[in-house]
């Protein structure tokens, strides 16, 4: 399967009066054609600083991208989004990738209707007419489920449910048939029930569209009914890669073996945070020269103190960034 | 500063949006700096004003109140006929203005410091309770307190001091009881905010009584807003009290307050303008020292207050 | 939407009859009203002479249902000075005063909001410290000092406004501008903050995130949201210019209900200053209610609401 997205050693820092802030520190991943990549990590890992710096989407100042690549596929080529003029970038954003927001109460713009808020991207990137532009968002509407779509084309967001919304902007992120829809924490402000109704909406969406997703999360117990690879990060680095089965079968990182350790059982109705790992995330405004989780870690020994341990393979598909085995119990053999 | 999260909220300045160079980050660096500074600027002129009225008699060894008609109406030193034993001149009486300022600074600072303590003492207890125990006790109080906030209030501020005649007494009543609705909303509105969270919570379960809750738990974290709003308040008051000692409706005439003087130097406004001239730098240099205290200050300790008054 | 209008004016009707309490206990507090109307020299039989005549012997709840009574139909008996109904001679003064508040509001506002706007758009700029250090000089300024000041300088040194008085044109700048200063300094701040906070929404990151044009994301994601606690703020600023004018009419002696509230205090007559208060209560209480409208018309959480 080629890869749509290609970002390579992506570097995001935060200059503030604190100090610089090492948000994202030498990123790089693949997102295949069509499938579902989960990104977890706890708060302050740099999950979701990593999509957005993809797209200009931080805040700057005093954010600021400091290097890597991202080579994009779209239909105009491959390019790298790094590179492109703000102009071109908007081209991109909302046309190319589609954006879904973890609050969709805030989310939406209180005093303009939800069909315009579809619809004006409609006019943005496929030049339709207001008329045109206004069928398709109604036929949005449909597609995500929203009931009554022509009446509730002119209702306001407070009019509509925290579920309802968020179908809203599926909506929005969906209209221009995205080559890449980015979800950060999607379902984290709803209800579980709602929650359960929003991933299976995805899975339905992914599979008429065919769209690559990036789903970020801090949740590994949403991961496992729809991505197929996950990347698990920590410090603004990528400690862990795989496809879901594996991930879950023979994790490969301590850390990603303490997330997996904190999931709930199956019979626990609500998922709990990662919660359970000892240690508070990093400082990021101290840069590091050793694996940012030995502080956390107990299986660090001197190694993982002296050099920051390369991404390096571990099964088909799988990479981790570890000097240690926990099935070999030592350190790993090179 | 939020990194994972890169919500702009978290800090209004570190905006999300749009396009920016690197002149743009400088500034932003620079603006804390200046805020800073600004803070700064601001307690300075303040204790000045404080030293001023407290060693006024060491300062000026004339009594604002003596006169000495021969020697009225000189310029200040710098200027021509003027001479540095009376630094701003005198006023119509011969009375020298430097001392006046000084003991002004007095009439004022009382006049602010015990506006705000009674206003904010009833606003806060008051507040505090209603927004507390709630129900149709909270409704009468606020009802009282939107009643006030709608009125024209400088009106009714002259109209009470008109009814009540001219002693410092009255004005400290008249600004401490119209002012306290507001403290009382600001108390009100963050005890509510406090009830919803958890700790308050913990100590009710806790088995602990509302006045207990009230006074160890509550209080204590209503101080921070609260003194931001007071030096706002305290610097509308002395404000106020120079506005009302102008319309003749302050501490009495013999009283030496920077109202008064401006009253006075009016009638002589053309003829020996700094008579009113200095009792009006005086006002501004006060309230320019406590604005800048009050803008620190709002952003150190609460940035939730920039609603309190609208 | 009826039902919020209809909550909003008996709020107002609420409100009102407050005033009125309030107007007819504070000629009441020091105990005996006719002392305070009466000049110091009227002797015991003159004082019981105009008690007799204001009806200050009833019971204390009749005078207020009388007073009440009256006042909404717009009777605030003779004023004590001129012999004719309070309310016509505030009725009277009642456009130079709006013609002052409103030049005042109309200069604030040209000058804040573009400053503000400004200033919230490109925070820490040139002219976002221009404006703000003119914001807090606007409000640590002493508006009455500053009146003196300008007539020294503009009306008797360069003369190029005169000094007092309402009979030409120009006559309305000087008063108008320094009514407008402080309204200036609040309304740039508050538009400043604003559009600061409106920019750092979700929604504003929503909308680009959607790749709209910043034009677009300006004017129709963060202007309109912008322009709703504005309207609210250019309401209660409107009412506080025309019960603040007092300072500014006597020292321009121009001719509105704050000139004629400071002479009637001085006349010690009372029923035309409480037809003052109640009168301009009554137009602020009214311009709150007007502002709560457009409020709603703007606001589709408030047009739509329960």
Redesign the interface.
Known sequence: MPAILKVRNLVTK?????GI?N?VNGVSFDLHEGETLAIVGE???????TV?SL?G???????QVEGGTALFSGPGGQRDLLKLS?QE???????QI??V???PI????????IGE?IA??LV??QMMSREKARERSIELLTVVGIPDPRQRYGN?P??FSGGMRQRV?IA?AIACSPEIVIADEPTTALDVTIQAQILDLFKRLRETLGMAVIWITHDLGVVAGIAERVLVMYGGRVLEIAPVDDLYERPQHPYTHGLLGALPRLDERESRRLVSIKGNPPD?LIPVRHCPFAWRCEYAFDRCWQEIPPLSPAGIQHKVACFYSIEQGGPRSD | MATENTRPQDSADTLLDVERTFTDRLAYAGRFLWRDRSGVVGLVLFLIVVLAAVFAPQLSHYDPLEQNLRDNKMPPAWSEGGSWDHPFGTDNLGRDNFARILYGARVSLTVGFFGVLIAGGLGMVVGAIAGYVGGRFDDVIMALVNLVLSLPYLLFVVFIASVLGRSLLNVILIFGITDSPIFARVARGEVLRMRRSGYVESAISAGARWPRVLFDHIMPNLIGPLITLATFEMSRMIFYEAGLGFLGLSVPPSVPSWGNMLAAGRKYLTSSPWIAAFPGLAIMFTSLGMNLLGDWLRDVLDPRLRRARK | MHRYFLAKLGQSILLLLGVLLLVFVMVRITGDPAALMMSRESSPEQLEAFREKMGFNRPVLVQFADFSSKAIKGDFGLSLHFRTPALQMVLERLPATLQLAAVGLLMAIVVAIPLGLVGGFNPGGLTDSVGRSLALLGQSIPNFWLALIMILFFAVRLGWFPSFGRDEIKSVVMPAFVMALPVMGQLMRLTRSAVLEIRGEDYIRTARSKGLEPKTIYFKHVLRNVAIPLISVIGVQFGYMLGGSIYIETIFAWPGMGQLLEQSIGWRDFPLVQAIAVFTSVIVLALNLLTDMAYALIDPRIRYGN
Do not use: C, W
């Open positions: 935060f200059h503030t009066l604190d802030v948000a708060s302050g890992s740099g999950k979701s600083v957005m797209l989407l931080i805040p700057s100042p005093p954010g703000r970038l908007r081209e991109v954003r909302g046309g589609g954006f927001f973890q609050d805030s989310s939406l713009n209180p005093i303009l209707t808020q004006e991207s943005r990137h306001y407070h009019q902007m929005i990021l």
